[in-house]
């Protein structure tokens, strides 16, 4: 690196993000897991943009297992201890399911949450289900953009008026990602709207 650089990496989630019990919920209704298993495929999912730590994962389960949507059995173990494995109760599925069938505004409109949805919204059977998730983000990716970057006066700047290279890379980029999406949930909703 250099001189005066530093180095960042992004903060692992607290445990109270919505999105990791969504992710556990959805992982667990593929099959039962070990801990680590889980926390590798949570890390898939997430990647670099938000790890999970042991911290907020193990909290986490235990959230969901007071409430009954998540059960820990012992596993024989090559180790001392025996291993616990997670299963997702039928409890849990109707909770993820309610997830699913009704996501918050944020998990619509926050692209990392939004995308974890996205990864287990085939765990809704309901085809019309699935499509209304997905006319609930075509309507925020439709709706009238809101501008990067502002003129002293305050007015939206078009993207070949941005003041840098890199701003106008930006706006390119995003709106480019966004008419890609657009195209893809105009053809997912008809799909599934041919398949209900």
């Keep these: 690196m250099g ?23 959805g992982f667990l209704a593929d099959e039962p897991l070990h801990g680590y298993q889980l926390k590798d495929r949570i890390t898939g999912l997430t990647g670099h943009v938000k790890p999970v730590s042991d911290g907020a994962l193990y909290p986490a389960i235990a959230r969901l297992e007071a409430k009954g949507f998540v059960e820990r059995r012992p596993e024989p173990g090559s180790g001392a201890a025996p291993r616990q494995v997670l299963t997702l109760t039928a409890a849990g599925r ?4 309610r997830r699913l069938r009704e996501p918050t505004q944020t998990e619509i409109t926050d692209r990392n949450r939004y995308f974890t949805l996205l990864a287990f919204l085939h765990r809704l059977e309901d085809p019309e289900a699935q499509a209304a998730v997905l006319r609930r983000r075509l309507d925020f990716l439709t709706a009238p953009n809101v501008a990067f970057f502002f003129d002293q006066d305050g007015k939206p700047v078009r993207v070949e008026n941005a003041p840098t290279l890199f701003q106008r890379g930006m706006t390119q980029i995003a709106r480019a990602t966004s008419k890609a999406e657009r195209e893809w949930l105009d053809a997912a909703i008809a799909e599934l709207e041919a398949a209900g």
């Design 94 to 97: 109707e909770e993820l399911d």
């Design 3 to 25: 001189r005066g650089a530093r180095a960042t990496r992004a903060r692992p989630t607290d445990g109270r993000d919505p999105v990791l019990p969504l992710a556990i919920l």
